[in-house]
């Protein structure tokens, strides 16, 4: 099956729905990220009243937000360098901030670890990609180390050495996420992992007359099951695409864009997932309380509807719904809840693969 | 000490310094043991962690008997007779008596159920507690009439765990409704299922209304919360009735608070965490009071002072973490990291919301605001000392970033996005 093939047939995740980002600022919780129709960022947010309906605010803009946090802030700013919107691009971002500290201590180490790992497992990747390149050119022994196996590999490809790095380089870094089991863990395998887990539990757990809890439980199982049927399927066909690596260079080599884009469906598809199954997995298995404390938190994070979004409300008519709001809540108590808010959002930061 | 005390304590001691998932490990092991009823005195002193593991353990007859009794339940050693609390010690005989005189088939029903299943079974656990605690109920309340004496010191609990069994269905759906954190105040929902509660716990009587009503009230960030819903007139019980059940809540909630206020006060090595904590729950307590206040007899005196040590408290702490945090702050060889503070910090964030609540918010206002130009100063002259020394003022640097970070935590996120846009030369906020 050529690579070519396997692109135009894969799954096209919803670009609409954008990209999680994970904000601290607890009036941007679940708020998401996208390009709109003229190609400008811009933010989804939730009705900061609590109602249905998203608020559509311009990335440019989103910092006037006078409750913004430091996090927020400095994240806001990287976000507004990135060329295009993708969940890669976002993590990247967020993980840059986190290792700055702008989260806490703990999650500049989750970041580092994260960053890691991942750095390991790219380095595997590309190994792996030049190996299968000099074999199937009909070189020997290991390639990664040596310059001469890449340069017998790409006899008659047109490609030097330094490209063939640079190309094996890129599509590990957008494909390390698949990965290659047993040899290279796949991230998004450890997701999938916890995603039926997420799911199982949920099925289990309903049915207990908690009303809206219920609801959601049932509705982020039903989710959770399609995304692991439509994930799973393309984490498959991925992996098989990555172990063929002469075709991947190939298609890398006339179409670099579409390969990028496409090693990076998983990522669309799993998006948001692993703070969902975190959010669930820190709420004691006994204890009922805590976990539809997690449900709903989990729900804020779940794709808005795109038919209640309210289109006309530009950025400063958000900025101001937003401020309305803050300007409501001037109990104390309200400012101490959202100020534990924030603090647990930091602290679900230390918890995620940055 | 004889020397199974001494392995207990050295094992109680290692296990306390184990990591939770060790911790967790242990106690599932302690589960599968057959004679586990006698390990259990290993985890014992562990209880605090436990509740907030909630590990899944086996479940038996023990386990789901004593589910209703749980919030009522205290160490045997904090135990204050006469209080609306039974003492661990207790349960044994209470145990021992319900299930000797329960229906025995309903006893081997209950073994039968249970049998392998754990407690994240929860609708197993309700199941078998829907025929069991009232059955349970039923014995108590007949032992407390003719064989009182059989219960000895038990006797006292005997009448308090009646009146919980009985409603024990309602009253565990409820607590497990209320949210896992301490309550600020209920939601419509929680307020329903709270006034449920109250009914059913009426229709055993007054002791029964005050005992679940304490219960409650210990739940609430402010424990004065629950006097809202009792107070409300929807309770089938005379109003002199519910009023000397409120009065009775509200003064024993006075009494708590104020003892509490006067421990953090003497004790210099109170957190600033666990006073912050308590700070905003005497504040979220006073105000409930005051919403109910022309329908109950409040000490005015009473309040006032506590609203006066509370403030005292608030000050002294903010003051503290102020001074320590500022230390850290102007040390350039970072010798002890700032991230270390920033638990400090969040309180202090707390305690300056609350402020305006407190007699003291003036002074505790011009405190921070001295303090916010001490610190952004602070903050200016490290970058220029590391500019001299040639070192980076990127503000991605970790020392940067951490001093950035309690700046925020201290003073909030504008004074700290502010200053990070001055430095980084972005626009400033609007």
Partial sequence: MSSRKAASTAHRPDHDTGVVVPFTTPQFTGARLRANRKGRFELMLRNPAGGRGVYLVELEVAHRFSAISLHDRILHAELLKLLRVSPRGVRLCARRVALWGAAGQGARLAAQAAAREEEERVTQLRDHLLDSLSAAAGGEGPTANGAAQPRTATAGRGLDERTLRRAAEEIAAYGVGIGLPPAIPSFHAETLSQIAELADALDGWGGEGNGRSDEIAVEVSRLARETHAAAGRELERWQRELADGPALFARWQTDRAGLLDDLQICDWLLDGWPDRCALWNAAPVTDRACQRAALKHIAKLLPPAIETEREACDGDEAIDALRRALRESTDWRDEVRLAEILERQEALRAELPA | ?430
């Fill in chain 2, 1 to 430: 000490m004889t020397n199974r005390q001494a392995l207990l304590a050295q094992l109680t001691k290692a296990l306390a310094a184990t990591d939770d998932a060790k911790f967790r490990a242990v106690v599932a092991v302690i589960d599968r043991q057959p004679r586990h009823h006698v390990l259990e005195l290993l985890i014992a002193p562990h209880r605090p962690r436990l509740a907030r593991l909630k590990p899944p353990r086996p479940l038996t007859f023990h386990r789901v008997v004593t589910l209703p009794l749980e919030a009522a339940l205290v160490p045997a050693e904090d135990w204050v007779p006469g209080s609306y609390r039974i003492p661990r010690s207790h349960l044994a005989p209470l145990h021992s008596a319900m299930r000797e005189r329960l229906d025995p088939e309903l006893v081997d029903w209950v073994d039968r159920m249970l049998a392998g299943k754990t407690t994240a079974d929860a609708g197993v656990e309700r199941a078998v507690g829907r025929r069991l605690w009232p059955a349970a109920a039923e014995v108590l309340d007949g032992l407390l009439a003719t064989g009182r004496k059989s219960l000895g010191e038990a006797a006292v609990s005997a009448r308090l765990a009646a009146h919980l069994l009985a409603i024990g269905e309602r009253l565990v759906e409820t607590f497990w409704q209320l949210p896992p954190q301490s309550i600020l105040c209920f939601s419509g929902e929680e307020r329903r299922a709270a006034i449920e509660l109250l009914k059913d716990a009426a229709q055993r009587g007054t002791e029964s209304l005050a005992l679940v009503a304490d219960l409650l009230g210990a739940r609430c960030q402010s424990p004065l919360a629950i006097l809202e819903p009792l107070l409300a007139g929807e309770i089938s019980m005379s109003p002199r009735d519910k009023r000397e059940c409120a009065d009775r809540v509200a003064e024993a909630c006075l009494e708590d608070l104020g003892g509490e206020i006067a421990a953090a006060l003497a004790d210099e090595e109170t957190t600033p965490q666990a006073a912050a904590e308590l700070v905003l729950r005497v504040m979220s307590g006073l105000e409930s009071l005051s919403d109910v206040a022309t329908k109950l007899d409040i000490d005015r005196h009473a309040v006032r002072q506590l609203t006066r040590r509370t403030a005292e408290l608030a000050e002294q702490v903010t003051r503290r973490v102020l001074k320590q945090i500022k230390q850290s702050f102007d040390d350039d060889t970072d010798g002890v990291p700032l991230y270390n503070y920033e638990r400090a910090a969040r309180a202090v964030t707390k305690i300056r919301l609350v402020a305006p609540k407190l007699v003291i918010a003036s002074k505790l206002d011009d405190l921070l605001r001295c303090a916010i130009e001490r610190y952004t100063s602070a903050f200016d002259a490290f970058l220029a000392r590391r500019r001299e020394r040639g070192a980076s003022t990127a503000l991605e640097e970790p020392s940067i970033m951490e001093r950035l970070r309690i700046i925020e935590l201290l003073f909030g996120s504008p004074v700290a996005v502010s200053l990070w846009e001055r430095h980084s030369g972005r626009r400033t906020a609007v």
